[in-house]
């Protein structure tokens, strides 16, 4: 079965993750004990890395995967949203293609990338709200505005990473306008509206569209990204290497102990996605505390305004025991 080229790609990265493809294309086939619907899912997962070690790091020859690519790997899957136990599942296939290859490079365990079995519901992953302001001052004191832009987008909005970069100037506008910013490529390719019913939500917007017009951007232009081919792609890269080189800087290294009664335990380092948990916990809380909706109706109406459809989606964003 041939590899499904991506015309997002450019001409050169496709070409080479084809040939990584090939490579693996040949451990299917000296090794097709599997089941139908796990080769299935294995090829899948086999895709994806491959098209992620040519554009990220044109590598030419699945036998040189490293522990570095499998870390970075593995962090482009937790900040594009993608579940634990997804993730465990693209882990094993990567492996049993590392394999039979007969690499003699050692990967890193779930344990160490911080996957562990069975925690999809058990840890709270959100942001602590002092890691979100030492984190804002930190880029701002390095002059990262597209740092700033994206975490707010994703603390007040619940923005998915790869939404709050493709953010478009006129969504600006027209949420000012209307009050709720219209997100038209949430995973999926689904479209969704997004209720601007606090005055941060209102500052957040005004000041993001004075950094368009400073920038000289307007309409259609993407707020943080260029017209350029691959700048979004390169501007996602950049924003996972911030984060990872610099969560020092701002991640409160007494977290795990920062736990009230009858909380879910905190993971010791979070990732973009820890800012959609904290608007989901932020949120639950004020519209609990003014009356109108019921729990499930709480967390029903969240659901859908961070681009979910599934009831237990609160047991993932929750920071509530009871909900794990």
Not at 71 to 81: I, N, Q, V
Not at 119 to 128: C, E, H, I, M
Not at 285 to 309: C, Y
Request: net charge positive.
């Amino acid at each position: 079965m041939g590899k499904i080229r991506h015309d997002a790609l450019p001409e050169k990265v496709q070409n080479i993750s084809e040939n990584l493809w090939e490579q693996a294309e040949a451990v299917l086939r000296m090794n097709n004990n599997k089941g139908k619907k796990t080769i299935t899912r294995y090829r899948e997962a086999e895709h994806r890395l491959c098209d992620f070690l040519a554009e990220r790091y044109q590598t030419k020859n699945l036998k040189n995967l490293e522990a570095r690519h499998i870390y970075a790997y593995a962090t482009m899957l937790m900040e594009t949203d993608h579940m634990p136990k997804y993730i465990r599942t693209d882990m094993s296939a990567i492996r049993f293609f590392h394999k039979h290859l007969g690499s003699k490079n050692k990967l890193p365990t779930n344990k160490q990338l911080g996957i562990l079995p069975n925690d999809d519901y058990k840890y709270n992953r959100a942001f602590l709200s002092g890691e979100f302001k030492d984190m804002i001052q930190v880029a701002v004191s390095m002059k990262r505005y597209d740092v700033v832009i994206v975490s707010y987008l994703a603390r007040y909005f619940g923005l998915r990473l790869e939404e709050a970069v493709t953010v478009r100037v006129f969504q600006i506008e027209e949420a000012v306008r209307y009050k709720q910013l219209h997100i038209t490529n949430g995973k999926g390719g689904q479209k969704r509206d997004i209720p601007v019913d606090i005055k941060i939500q209102e500052s957040i917007l005004e000041r993001c569209l004075a950094y368009a017009k400073k920038n000289g951007k307007s309409g259609n232009d993407y707020l943080i990204c260029d017209g350029h081919q691959n700048s979004v792609k390169r501007k996602m890269a950049s924003l996972q290497n911030w984060r990872t080189n610099h969560s020092n800087k701002f991640v409160d290294p007494k977290r795990t102990e920062l736990v009230d009664s009858g909380k879910k335990p905190r993971i010791k380092r979070p990732s973009w996605h820890g800012l959609r948990h904290l608007y989901f916990q932020e949120n639950k809380r004020r519209l609990l505390h003014e009356g109108k909706l019921t729990k499930r109706q709480v967390e029903n109406e969240l659901s859908e305004r961070m681009g979910h459809h599934r009831n237990e989606v609160k047991k993932f964003y929750s920071d509530d025991l009871e909900d794990s």
